[in-house]
């Protein structure tokens, strides 16, 4: 995982603060064997993530307010799986992308 962020002050005293991660996993088997059977989904394929944001602060920290986008490209990935009785496949998987925001106040 890599991450960076900066806080550019501003001269008005506000402090804008934009955040980049990346996250990248490499091919993960489900099952003991490390059986890389494709069309019964026992593996997940390399696969990359990132998340981003833009945070602003007000002078003296008496508020803030942030946008984010989480998965920012939407990567369909599993996280877990497992074989269950009549050959399925039972999975978790990530969360899709996500876009949000986030406001605070200091008192």
């Known amino acids: ?41 026992r593996y997940q394929k390399a696969y990359a993530m990132g998340d981003a944001s833009v945070r ?6 008496k508020w803030h307010a942030e946008a984010f986008v989480r998965n920012v490209a939407n990567s369909h990935a599993k ?5 269950v009785f009549g050959g399925f496949m039972q999975a978790s998987f990530v969360e899709p992308r996500m876009f949000g925001v986030r406001v605070g106040v200091n008192y």
């Open 1 to 41: 995982m890599r991450s960076c962020q900066h806080k550019f002050e501003l001269a008005s005293g506000y402090r804008i603060t934009p955040y980049l991660k990346v996250n990248w996993r490499d091919k993960a088997y489900f099952d003991l064997r490390n059986s890389g059977f494709a069309h019964i989904g």
């Open 56 to 61: 602003l602060d007000a002078p003296n920290d």
């Open 79 to 83: 996280t877990s799986g497992d074989s």
